[in-house]
C-alpha cells in the first residue's frame, strides 16, 4: 500500500492505534512515535513493504534498517543473543538501544532489511504507544526515521508531515518524543569484543559498565543506519562552535550563547538532545540562509549530539 493522498495523522489512542496496526499489517507505512525521533513503520516481513520504506525515504538500499520488537521473545527469533546481548537488553530494553547481532536463519524477514548483511539492527523501544502498536502486530516492524533520507530527524508529527506529506499512509501522533536522539547503535563481535556504531542517548559509559570493555573501533562500511558521513542535514550550511552569528546565520544557542532558538539555557545535555531537531527545524524553515550552532561539551550525552551536528555540518 502506498498513499497518493494527504498522509492521515491518528491521535494515539486506542483507535488511532488500531487503525495504524490495521494500516501496517496490509503492508502500509505509519509513521510512529518513540522515545527517541519518530520512525517510518513497514512490515519488516513482506519486500514489498521494506520497498516501500526505501522509496518514501529515498534511502540508499545499502542502508540497513532497524527492526522494532515488542520483547526477547520476538528478538530472539530473529537474531543470535549471545550472554552479553541477554545482559543488554535486561538492562536497556526496552529503550533507546539497538543491537547489531547475528542474523538466525529463516527468520522470513525481507533481504532489504539487512541490505544484504550476515546481521540484523534489532530494538525494544519504551514509547507507550509504540509498546501498544507493537503488541497489537504479529509481524516485526522495520523503522528507520520518518524523514527524507539525509534530513533532519523528526521529533514530532508535524516534522514528519514536513518531508513525507503524501508519501506514506498515516502518522500517529503521539506528541513531542522525549529523548530527541535516535537510538544508540552497537555491535557485538563474534571475537568478543563491540563497536560503538553510533552515540546516543545510552552513553558509551554505561555500555561499559554492562559490557566491562573498552569499545573496538567500528568496522568498516555502513554496518547500521546513520553511519553516513552527511546526514541530518537542514539543507543549508552549519558552522558549529559558533560564540555569535554571522550576518545572514541562525544561531542555535546553548548555556551562556544566546541564540535565535536555545538548546538549553541551563547548559543541561539532557535538554539539548530533546531540542536538537527541534531547533534544526527552526533554522532550517528560517529566512537566514546559514545556521550556526553555540560550542557543545563533548561528556557524556554530549558525544552523540556532537555526532549528529558533526554530520549536519559535512
Known amino acids: 500500500m502506498s498513499s497518493k493522498t494527504a498522509t492521515v495523522r491518528l491521535q494515539a489512542d486506542a483507535a488511532g492505534i488500531a487503525r495504524a496496526a490495521d494500516l501496517l499489517a496490509q503492508g502500509g507505512l505509519v509513521a510512529v512515535p518513540t522515545e527517541t525521533v519518530y520512525g517510518l513503520a513497514g512490515r519488516a516481513d513482506r519486500a514489498d513493504a521494506v520497498a516501500g520504506i526505501y522509496a518514501a525515504k529515498g534511502r540508499p538500499s545499502f542502508n540497513p534498517l532497524i527492526v522494532h520488537v515488542a520483547d526477547m521473545e520476538q528478538a530472539e527469533k530473529?537474531?543470535?543473543?549471545?550472554?552479553?546481548?541477554?545482559?543488554?537488553?535486561d538492562r536497556f530494553w526496552p529503550g533507546p538501544l539497538t543491537m547489531v547481532l547475528p542474523l538466525r536463519e529463516g527468520t522470513g524477514l525481507a533481504g532489504a532489511v539487512?541490505?544484504?548483511?550476515?546481521?540484523?539492527?534489532?530494538?525494544?523501544?519504551?514509547?507507550?504507544?509504540?509498546?501498544?502498536?507493537?503488541?497489537?502486530?504479529d509481524f516485526p516492524m522495520a523503522a528507520p526515521s520518518a524523514n527524507r533520507s539525509g534530513w533532519v530527524s523528526p521529533t514530532s508529527a508535524d516534522h514528519v508531515l514536513a518531508t513525507l506529506d503524501g508519501r506514506i499512509d498515516a502518522v500517529l501522533d503521539g506528541g513531542e518524543t522525549e529523548r530527541g536522539l535516535e537510538s544508540t547503535i552497537i555491535a557485538l563481535r563474534p571475537e568478543g569484543g563491540w563497536s560503538l556504531l553510533r552515540p546516543g542517548p545510552v552513553t558509551g559509559a554505561e555500555l561499559?559498565?554492562?559490557?566491562?570493555?573498552a569499545p573496538l573501533l567500528a568496522g568498516g562500511g555502513v554496518e547500521a543506519p546513520g553511519q553516513l558521513a552527511q546526514h541530518y542535514a537542514p539543507g543549508k550550511p552549519v558552522r558549529l562552535n559558533a560564540s555569535y552569528a554571522e550576518a545572514d546565520e541562525f544561531l542555535i544557542g546553548f548555556g551562556d550563547v544566546?541564540?535565535?532558538?536555545?538548546?538549553?539555557?541551563?547548559?543541561?545535555?539532557?535538554?539539548?538532545?530533546?531540542?536538537?531537531?527541534?531547533?534544526?527545524?527552526?533554522g532550517a524553515d528560517n529566512d537566514k540562509q546559514h545556521i550556526a550552532v553555540a560550542p557543545i561539551p563533548d561528556a557524556g550525552i554530549g558525544a552523540a549530539i556532537n555526532d549528529r551536528l558533526r554530520r549536519a555540518a559535512s
Do not use: I, N, W
Not at 78 to 89: N, Q, V
Not at 114 to 137: E, F
Not at 265 to 281: M, N, Q, T
Open 78 to 89: 530473529l537474531a543470535l543473543f549471545d550472554a552479553r546481548a541477554c545482559l543488554l537488553a
Open 114 to 137: 539487512t541490505a544484504g548483511l550476515p546481521t540484523l539492527a534489532l530494538r525494544s523501544p519504551a514509547h507507550p504507544a509504540m509498546r501498544v502498536l507493537l503488541a497489537q502486530c
Open 208 to 213: 561499559r559498565k554492562v559490557l566491562g570493555e
Open 258 to 282: 544566546v541564540g535565535d532558538c536555545s538548546l538549553s539555557e541551563s547548559g543541561d545535555l539532557a535538554e539539548a538532545a530533546a531540542r536538537l531537531y527541534a531547533c534544526l527545524h527552526q
